[in-house]
């Protein structure tokens, strides 16, 4: 349950902060200029009819999103493996799991003849205070290709900045590519990590934002649902029995 809560607060943060940034790079469009900032958002398992939804959020969001922006409704994948590592692989490079390597969330690696974790690298170390049942070292290293991000910045020379934010280590890494910068939730501590592949310690800025440990200001407090009862109609209890 601490880490549970500790999820739901950093995620309630990292939703706040894209909201923000979605409506800065829109205004960058509504004036005709080239954006300055552009976010790419993924939510695992978001299945399209969630969208119904829409309605309820007052103003930002999801309701920004359909309001100002395109509903493509016959965007289909291409791929029968709907594994995390391999989804996330395909989304900013356009290559599927033959192409990137990422064939799964774990493989047998027959080399070492050990399993092998999609971002597992035993050259690099986890930035971390303490010992964790994290990998110990984690990068983009067994992807193949390049990513939106990585042609972003060989077509600018290196002067675009590409940074990947997530809850998980697969999402950020393998979204990030293999020049941008990578950095994920450990639900161990609480704090935002990342690996040595991109830098040898964490910027003052992550330090101080996990030094606020804003995850744990919400122990002990009563945690209720956001809307009305009326506005969950449309949902299914949440006890629903297994078919």
């Not at 161990?188 to 830098?199: E, K, L, V």
């Not at 101080?208 to 995850?215: L, R, S, T």
Request: aromatic share 14%.
């Amino acid at each position: 349950m601490r880490n549970l809560k500790r999820f739901i607060a950093n995620l309630f943060i990292l939703t706040i902060l894209f909201s923000s940034c979605i409506q800065l790079a829109s205004g960058a469009l509504d004036e005709g200029r080239k954006p300055k900032l552009v976010v790419f958002i993924v939510i695992d398992q978001f299945r399209y009819d969630y969208l119904r939804f829409a309605d309820l959020f007052s103003s930002g969001g999801f309701k920004f999103m359909i309001d100002n922006g395109a509903n493509l409704a016959e965007h289909h994948y291409g791929h029968a493996a709907t594994i995390t590592a391999a989804g996330h692989a395909v989304l900013l490079s356009g290559a599927y799991a033959f192409e990137s390597g990422i064939t799964g969330n774990e493989w047998y690696d027959r080399t070492t003849k050990q399993k092998m974790y999609s971002v597992e690298d035993s050259g690099h170390r986890l930035l971390r205070k303490e010992e964790t049942k994290l990998h110990d070292g984690t990068s983009p290293k067994n992807f193949v290709g390049t990513t939106v991000g990585d042609e972003l910045k060989l077509h600018n020379k290196f002067q675009s900045k590409v940074i990947s934010i997530s809850i998980k280590d697969v999402p950020a890494i393998l979204l990030g590519g293999k020049t941008g910068t990578a950095y994920w939730y450990n639900s161990y501590t609480g704090d935002f990590i990342s690996s040595d592949y991109y830098m040898k310690a964490l910027p003052a800025w992550v330090k101080a934002f996990n030094a606020q440990k804003i995850p744990d200001q919400y122990f002990g407090k009563q945690w209720t649902k956001l809307l009305d009862e009326k506005a969950y109609a449309r949902s299914r209890e949440d006890n629903f029995p297994c078919q």
